[in-house]
């Protein structure tokens, strides 16, 4: 401070750039030196941006902490409507009109760069759920949360093509909760519409999943209370998740 303080202005402006400059150049450096291992380094942080521009939207919008504990997305979970051609990019607002039929859903990891061999999709499956943590508003929560969706057993192309598995990827996904599709109640105002992707391990001890009794409070008969209770309860772990805001359809101005 005291030496700025001491610079005439030009000056001053001058080291003001360098700061701003200087961070760029390592990269650059970097990248002129593909063999270096900070290159490496360099794949790594990018292929980290991603998932903590997913994990920001998530705690800008509340839904970390009131649906989801704090977590680092692993995988990407992208969800079309392709009739309406209407695409969930975590917090747009869709109209509940163009969301009346299933979504199709992908999931893949955020780099083309191979995963772990603990990775591989033969010692997973996969749980794609949508809940509505706002039911029947988000003010007063008291259906909350309400389940839309469940699906397990999910595979993704891009998953497939990634490991070559054999065993997992003729598996068609099981529907265990039917898609019902958004209809927030007029007045209620905008609500939080979450898709969650889980992961669980296959294997002896692998417990079945089993739909809730209830999609009110996800059977679990108390406010706030869902997909989260639900994910412990069959030892399923986070690793996706997107949303999308919606209001009834006759609010809309
Ligand atoms: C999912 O797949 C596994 C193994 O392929 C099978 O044992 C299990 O019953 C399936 N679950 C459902 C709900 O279909």
Not at 34 to 43: N, S
Not at 217 to 226: K, L, S, T
Request: net charge neutral; proline share 10%; glycine share 4%.
């Amino acid at each position: 401070m005291v030496m700025l303080a001491a610079m005439n202005k030009p000056c001053f402006l001058l080291a003001v750039l360098m700061g701003l400059v200087f961070p760029l150049v390592p990269r650059v450096y970097v990248s002129a030196a593909p063999y270096d291992p900070p290159h490496q380094q360099a794949i790594v942080d990018d292929a980290l941006r991603p998932a903590s521009a997913i994990r920001d939207a998530l705690r800008e919008s509340s839904i970390i902490p009131d649906v989801l504990d704090d977590f680092t997305p692993s995988l990407s979970l992208t969800l079309t409507y392709p009739s309406t051609h209407s695409t969930v990019e975590l917090g747009n607002t869709l109209r509940p009109s163009l969301l009346t039929h299933q979504p199709v859903y992908q999931f893949h990891p955020f780099t083309p760069t191979p995963l772990l061999p603990s990775d591989d999709t033969s010692s997973f499956f996969y749980t794609l759920i949508l809940t509505d943590p706002d039911a029947k508003s988000r003010k007063h929560p008291i259906w909350s949360e309400y389940c839309h969706w469940i699906l397990t057993n999910a595979s993704s192309p891009e998953l497939i093509h990634h490991h070559n598995t054999n065993t997992n990827t003729k598996t068609k996904h099981r529907i265990l909760k039917k898609y019902l599709p958004p209809s927030p109640p007029p007045g209620t105002g905008l609500h939080r519409y979450v898709f969650v992707l889980l992961r669980g391990e296959t294997g002896a001890d692998r417990k079945d999943v089993s739909a809730p009794k209830k999609r009110r409070h996800w059977g679990y008969g108390e406010e706030r209370r869902g997909v989260r209770d639900w994910a412990a309860e069959y030892g399923l772990v986070v690793v996706g998740a997107n949303f999308f805001y919606a209001r009834h359809e006759g609010d809309w101005v």
